[in-house]
């Protein structure tokens, strides 16, 4: 099993960026694959961003390709989310995901309690 703790949430003017961070507990982080979600007020949760166990691949939502990037630091025990030129529609809860089989806009096995992202217009 492994445990996931986001970070890196707050408060933001439109334009601006954000890093979020998902620390991982438990054991062989190195051979799970990661994602990034997110649920707005009001709506449903949707896949933003993912990233293989290797790191040799990324997946991006249509919304985020070219403002967000996703990357791990396996010596960490960690994956992160750039967030650039933050938009008011990027407001959401961010949830961090993990599977071993699985990755890009598919369900995920673990999941983290989220963080909140506030972009102001």
């Known amino acids: 099993q492994v445990q996931l703790i986001e970070s890196g949430g707050g408060l933001v003017q439109a334009g601006g960026s954000l890093r979020l961070s998902c620390a991982a507990s438990g054991r062989s982080f190195s051979s799970y694959n990661m994602g990034w979600f997110r649920q707005a007020p009001g709506k449903e949760r949707e896949f933003a961003a993912a990233i293989t166990w290797s790191g040799s691949r990324s997946y991006y939502a249509a919304s985020v390709q070219g403002r967000f990037t996703i990357s791990r630091d396996d010596a960490k025990n960690t994956v992160y989310l750039q967030m650039n030129s933050l938009k008011p529609e990027d407001t959401a809860i961010y949830y961090c995901?993990?599977?071993?089989?699985?990755?890009?806009?598919?369900?995920?096995?673990?999941w983290g309690q989220g963080t909140q992202v506030t972009v102001s217009s």
């Open positions: 995901a993990a599977d071993e089989r699985r990755v890009g806009d598919v369900p995920y096995g673990y």
